[in-house]
Every structure is written in structure tokens, then in C-alpha cells.
């Protein structure tokens, strides 16, 4: 049996998987390590209804599957969304003693949930359990920052810190320093701050990213002088940390230090990327400058080789309408390769508002209204058709 499991796995591993239903059919013996790598297979190479077709062969034949098997199921119902799929797998797992002690299947619960949208019922999950690892502790806080949650996050985050001896990963140390900026939180993200200087990091690549973060925290929540000193005393600088500084001062009114530092960006060789641009056009569009603005556009696509994408698009309608180009800025419109969303028209009867211009404010508006009731109605439809299928 160990042989014809090790077969399975190769077969996966290398991408043959024309004749392995075949060959699995052939064997006469069939335990549950060898379902479980079929279903484990399938599910890793994205194969998530063959996955679940063996796992639903697997119960008829009467072979009870074990944890790993069940994670397996759960990662194919988390790329599905299928939660209630989910939700019977859960009942399937209580009935038969399965989920009682595995921390690795309880995690793969909390994940799946999150991942559907059920965030309460992940959080339930976790909550009850005795006994909680590094992955679990992860794959729960990230949940609420993809979930939205942002007090449950920063709650958990402190659990994580003060109740256990794990250590959160520098991913979840960045997403708890984001949302503290995004909702201007100094307090806990100083406190965030206070736990990497205390801790030892594991690379250095982690540092960077913790440090990128707590820039980015610091500018959003008010903070700017300790962005700067801390940006200042960074020596392995990325492409990143040099963006989230020009994004900083251009996000308080330091239009003309935004565009400087992009210059010494340069001279030390770093390349900029898709979003610098962003924090470079934003940067214009705060200090109403217009001509620079113009070439950083132009610069982008002829010397940087860079597509611009909607953001940039916006950005352009924004530098035009603060400064108060609104024919400027509705010609810009007019020529974009892609069809403009509603937030384009919107930033540019935010504009019209204020220059009171209203036959173009009129047009705007009008265009919006079209967009954001097509994008309603599409909303609908998905909605309908992800409910169907739970």
C-alpha cells in the first residue's frame, strides 16, 4: 500500500494525472492514506471538484477519512465558497470524533470559514480551542483583516501577544500596523512598534516589511515626523519603503518633497514601479502640479515601460479637476483606452462641485449614476448566483 501511495503522490508531483483515476481503480486495496492523497492531490493542484468527488467516493465506500483528509476538503470548499458544503464536512468531522483534538483540522475550520465569509463561525472555532499553534493564530487574524474586521483583529493581536508564546508572522505584524493607520490608531500601532523593537526578528527581509509598515502607520496616523526618522534610519531601502514615503508626503501637503525624493530614489538606482506612480501623480494632484504631473504620466509608459491602469487614470482626473481644468480633465476622460468607472466621473464632479461648473457637473453625475446602477445590478446577480450555489 505504501508503494501504490507513493505512485499517487509522483503522479501529482509531475502532472501525469490522465491515467491516475485508471490506476487508482486498479488497486484492490485502497486504505485511507491512499484516498487521502487522492483528495490531497486534486485539491493542491486546483483540481477542487475532483477533490471533492473522491472525498464523496471515499464516505460511500465506507473508508472513514482522517483529519489531513478533511483539511484537504475544507481547502477545496474555501477556492468553491462553499460554506455550507463546509458546514456538513463540520458536522461530518463532530459525528465521527474526528475534529475533537486536532489542532491542524480546528485551524483548517477557522481558515475555511473565514475564507466563506462565515468569520463568526471561524472566530467560535478558535475560541474553544484548548490548545492553539502559530498557524492558527495567523490564519485567525488574517481572517479578520480580510473579513474587515478590524477590532476582532486588533483584539486577537493582543491576545496573541499577551496570552501565548507565539509569534506572529511579519505579514500579520504589517496588517495589524495597516489597519492602525487606516483608522488613525497611534496608540495601538505604537504599540505594535514597541513589539518588534522587543522581539528578535528572523531576517532581514522580515525587518524591511515591518519597517515599510510602520512608515506607512506612522504617515497615516498623524505621526509624520517619526515616518521620517524612521525612513531616514532604514539602510536596506526597497522600492516599497521609498513609494510609502513619497505617498507620505504627499498625503500631508509636502507636494514638493514628494517629487525630491523621487529623485534621489533614482540616483540610488532604484527602479520605481506601477505604484510609485500613484503616490507621484497623488502627490501632484495635493499641490495642484499640473505640468509635473503631466510628465511623471508620460514618463511612466515611455521610460519605465509601465501601463497605466485605473488608478492612474483617476489620479490625472484629480490633478486636473483640484487645479481646475475641468475641460482638461473631461477631455482626459474622453481619451482613456479603457472604459472609465464611476469613481472617475465622480472625482470629476467632485471638482465641477467645487469650481461650480454645472452643465459638466450635470454629464458627470448623469455617467456615475449609469455605472453605479450596472454595477448594482451585477452586484445582484453574483450575489444570487454565489447563494445558489451554497
Not at 24 to 35: T, Y
Not at 154 to 183: D, H, N, Y
Amino acid at each position: 500500500m505504501v508503494v501504490s501511495t507513493s505512485l499517487v503522490e509522483m503522479y501529482f508531483k509531475y502532472g501525469n494525472l490522465s491515467g491516475l483515476v485508471y490506476l487508482f481503480d486498479e488497486i484492490s486495496e485502497r486504505d485511507v492514506v491512499l484516498w487521502t492523497a487522492m483528495v490531497t492531490g486534486f485539491s493542491q493542484n486546483g483540481l477542487v471538484y475532483e477533490a471533492l468527488e473522491f472525498f464523496a467516493r471515499m464516505v460511500r465506500e465506507g473508508i472513514r477519512p482522517n483529519g489531513i483528509t478533511l483539511s484537504s476538503v475544507l481547502s477545496a470548499c474555501s477556492k468553491l465558497m462553499v460554506v455550507n458544503l463546509g458546514k456538513s464536512v463540520h458536522g461530518f468531522s463532530i459525528r465521527n470524533d474526528v475534529f475533537k483534538d486536532d489542532v491542524v483540522l480546528k485551524t483548517a475550520f477557522v481558515d475555511m470559514y473565514a475564507k466563506c465569509r462565515n468569520l463568526d463561525y471561524g472566530i467560535r472555532i478558535f475560541d474553544g480551542m484548548k490548545e492553539k499553534s502559530s498557524v492558527s493564530w495567523n490564519v485567525i487574524i488574517t481572517g479578520c483583516a480580510n473579513n474587515g474586521s478590524n477590532d476582532d483583529m486588533l483584539q486577537l493581536f493582543k491576545e496573541m501577544i499577551w496570552s501565548s508564546r507565539e509569534r506572529p508572522k511579519s505579514s500579520i505584524l504589517a496588517s495589524v500596523l495597516q489597519v492602525c493607520g487606516g483608522t488613525t490608531d497611534l496608540l495601538h500601532g505604537r504599540e505594535v512598534h514597541g513589539h518588534i523593537v522587543r522581539r528578535s526578528c528572523s531576517s532581514i527581509s522580515d525587518t524591511l516589511l515591518e519597517n515599510n509598515a510602520l512608515i506607512d502607520m506612522y504617515a497615516k496616523s498623524g505621526d509624520f515626523d517619526s515616518a521620517v526618522t524612521l525612513f531616514k534610519s532604514v539602510t536596506n531601502k526597497n522600492v516599497v519603503t521609498w513609494t510609502t514615503m513619497i505617498m507620505g508626503y504627499g498625503m500631508h501637503g509636502l507636494s514638493r518633497e514628494a517629487l525630491q525624493l523621487f529623485d534621489e530614489m533614482t540616483k540610488f538606482g532604484i527602479r520605481p514601479d506601477s505604484i510609485t506612480f500613484i503616490a507621484l501623480l497623488s502627490a501632484c494632484s495635493h499641490g495642484k502640479l499640473v505640468e509635473e504631473g503631466k510628465k511623471f504620466y508620460l514618463s511612466m509608459q515611455r521610460d519605465y515601460n509601465i501601463d497605466p491602469e485605473m488608478k492612474h487614470f483617476g489620479c490625472m482626473v484629480d490633478l486636473y479637476g483640484r487645479a481646475g481644468l475641468l475641460e482638461e480633465a473631461h477631455n482626459f476622460i474622453e481619451s482613456m483606452p479603457v472604459e472609465p468607472t464611476e469613481f472617475i466621473w465622480a472625482a470629476l464632479l467632485s471638482s465641477c462641485r467645487i469650481y461650480k461648473n454645472l452643465d459638466l457637473g450635470e454629464k458627470a453625475a448623469i455617467e456615475a449614476l449609469i455605472l453605479n446602477q450596472h454595477t448594482l445590478v451585477t452586484n445582484i446577480r453574483r450575489f444570487r448566483t454565489t447563494e445558489g450555489s451554497e
